[in-house]
């Protein structure tokens, strides 16, 4: 089954000034990451607004990114909603469509104990076919629940096509559990832009990083050289896209990330309500901030 790996790029969705998903700004977007040498596209994740889009909405950026890969690079859909049915749905509809794998980020808001959440992933992926691979998505700042290293080797046991962990919080300890899950045999990529490099010294398989769509360059910087051995220049490549996740607030504003790819030729598109975008002042602080890096 395909796994994850490299730079993994959790895109954002472009909205229109009237509210719809930007398709040609979307096809722009995934050309750009493509050309730009990232290994893998994650649309429909938190970076890509994905509460704030319907299934209907969610099920055409799935087909618009994947047609516009055609298999040049991996593509894992982020299918995880508020409701398990339609979790269900939107993987099916990722698989119908030819995504290479889905990523489930874990039921959110309310509070689930370690059989609840051990059962919505196995019922999740029996709506699968066995071979087609699922990341747990495991954010708890944000979805609430988080996912024990003990709770990750029951769910991998329990579900054959559970590949590995999407895991989006700073603790390296954590990820050093994570590692060990099936007996070593289990993709861990963090979505801790900083802490790229570090994590591949762990074993990791990649990062799953917002910043790097604004700026795919310094994070295939840092995977080509971790790679190739080289890790002076790794760890200089680092340095640099960490100067970049600073700039982009770790990727806690995705308005920031729309308004850099429009700098850089790319049409970011609107943020979907309550979100907001930036106002003209700030457009024009944030230019000034990154035009040496433009």
Do not use: W
């Given at each position: ?20 998903v ?5 096809e722009?977007?995934?050309e ?7 290994q ?28 516009k890969?055609?298999?040049r690079?991996?593509v894992?859909?982020?299918v995880?909603?508020?409701d398990?049915?339609?979790t ?6 990722a ?8 990523g ?8 689930v ?20 691979p ?8 944000l979805?609430?629940n988080?996912?024990s290293a003990e ?9 054959k ?9 700073a603790?390296m ?6 590692l060990?899950?099936?007996g070593?045999?289990f ?12 994590c ?7 990062v799953v ?21 080289d890790l002076?220049?790794a ?12 700039v982009?607030?770790?990727g806690?504003d ?22 907001m ?18």
């Amino acid at each position: 089954m395909k796994k994850l790996y490299g730079v993994i790029t959790a895109m954002t969705t472009p909205f229109t000034a009237d509210n719809k998903v930007d398709v040609a700004a979307l096809e722009a977007q995934t050309e750009y990451l493509i050309q730009k040498g990232v290994q893998c596209l994650y649309p429909c994740g938190t970076t890509g607004e994905m509460y704030l889009m319907s299934a209907e909405e969610r099920e055409l950026v799935a087909e618009t990114v994947v047609k516009k890969a055609a298999g040049r690079v991996t593509v894992f859909i982020h299918v995880g909603a508020m409701d398990q049915d339609e979790t269900i749905r939107l993987a099916q509809h990722a698989q119908k469509i030819g995504a290479d794998g889905v990523g489930v980020v874990t039921p959110s808001y309310f509070t689930v104990d370690e059989k609840a959440m051990v059962e919505y992933y196995k019922t999740v992926c029996a709506a699968l076919p066995e071979d087609f691979p699922v990341y747990v998505y495991v954010i708890p700042q944000l979805a609430h629940n988080d996912v024990s290293a003990e709770t990750m080797e029951k769910i991998a046991a329990a579900c054959k096509n559970v590949v590995g962990v999407k895991y989006s919080f700073a603790d390296m300890r954590r990820i050093n559990d994570y590692l060990h899950v099936r007996g070593g045999n289990f993709s861990v990529v963090p979505g801790a832009d900083d802490l790229f490099l570090p994590c591949l010294a762990c074993g990791c398989d990649g990062v799953v990083s917002g910043c790097s769509g604004p700026f795919p360059e310094a994070f295939v910087n840092v995977y080509k050289a971790f790679q190739s051995g080289d890790l002076a220049a790794a760890r200089k490549a680092q340095v640099e896209a960490t100067k970049l996740v600073k700039v982009m607030q770790f990727g806690g504003d995705m308005s920031i990330f729309k308004n850099i790819l429009t700098f850089r030729g790319v049409p970011g598109g609107h943020m979907r309500k309550p979100l907001m975008d930036l106002d003209e002042a700030d457009v024009a602080k944030l230019k000034e901030t990154v035009a040496p890096y433009l």
